[in-house]
């Protein structure tokens, strides 16, 4: 597996090269193709997927450091952190205006990358980006935790505070904080709540947008929101597909793929 090292960070991609490139019954692009994945996911969750278009272009996909066979971050990274790791990553490699495939977090990160580098096309799938709206009592319990927990490094209090602090951090944790190591904890806090509506209208290059119905990770309204802002953009909605609609209907998506790539 090749390895491209971005600072001191070792990060894991795979190349695969077309087999039958501009072959007449196929898409013609000159562009490769860039999978970016989700938070707690790899590149190898698109397997499906590069098996499905490989013969028609090149695809690179990398492992997000704190993912896959990356290492992670050696330090609590911003999403401009990412976003400064992948366009090096593209211009290390000469992919010239790679196409863009961004799920989830990788939305995120694609989002970014188009302030940035040239991208030929974006293709963002149940994306993060939008900032979600909030209950008073969310913030109520946000602010309060941040409250108890700074208290709790006091001198004298860590011994009262301690396991309030644990328990409370057990019962509202979202699924991928308690799942992450204590520095992708730090990364995650970091760029979770960022939100990208302002990007949005500078978006330039042809977008689709491929949503499920019924995603709560990333809810159809974000993508609604996404598809309002981005001038040249449209959205396709899967029925019945939650957060992963390129797994949960794969073949669709795949077809829909090659069409807005193929022009």
Known sequence: MPIYTYKTV???????????????DSPVSKSPLLLLHGWGTNKE???????ELQHVLPIYALDFPGFGASDEPDAPWQLD???AMVKQFIETCHLEKPILVGHSFGGRVAIKLTQITPIDKLILTNSAGIKPKRSPSYYLKVYGFKLVRTLNRAPGLHFILDEPVKAYSEKYSSADYK????????????VVNEDLTHLLPKVEMPTL??????????PIADARTMAAHIPDSGLVV??????????????????????????
Do not use: C, N
């Open 10 to 24: 070792r990060i894991a991609y795979t190349y695969h090269h077309p087999t039958r490139m501009y072959d007449a």
């Open 45 to 51: 969750t698109f397997s499906a997927l590069i098996e």
């Open 81 to 83: 952190d990412y976003a």
């Open 179 to 190: 799942a992450a190591s204590p520095m992708m904890k730090r990364v995650l806090s970091s």
């Open 209 to 218: 947008l491929i949503w499920g119905d019924q995603d709560t990770a990333t």
């Open 238 to 263: 899967f029925e019945g597909a939650g957060h992963f609609s390129y797994l949960e209907q794969p073949l669709r998506f795949s077809t829909i793929l090659k069409t807005f790539i193929g022009g």
